[in-house]
């Protein structure tokens, strides 16, 4: 049995991840993959600003909260839904397939490369996002961030 895990964003180049996943491995059928989403943290207006809050503050923050995770949430279904989609057309078994967002993440590059060297995947898939050299410097990217600590673990970038 091959584990595979694919982390993807929703964006175009994560889908090209799921696609070229679907391609190379079509129709194999001791391949388990994993779609993985890690939602970033959450709004600036959401944080801990660095006073204590009243018990209302507090109140009224976690409900917030709880309505901006609840709305990223329910965004996952369909780019999840895709990526399903994809792979099934690509003779993927629909029972090979999972998927999972980890909602509770600092560091978005950390939890995906935590999740593949816990969940004991032979291999990790992801987009290359499109920057400029120059906002690549400046922002860093959660692919750069995987490539240059992922140790340990096969890691295919797909452009």
Known sequence: MKKMLIAIDGSSNAMKAVEYVGRQFSGINDLFLTILHV???PPAPLWDDGHIPTE???EIRAKYLERWLKNEK???GPVFDKAVQILT???????NIVTKSISDSIDVAGSILEE????GYDTLVLGRRGLSPARHFLMGSVTSKIINHGAGIAICVVE
């Not at 057309?89 to 029972?95: K, Y």
């Open 116 to 119: 593949a060297r816990d969940g």
């Open 39 to 41: 939602l970033p943290y």
């Open 74 to 76: 329910a965004k996952l």
């Open 89 to 95: 057309g690509e003779n993927i078994r629909p029972g």
């Open 56 to 58: 209302e503050e507090s």
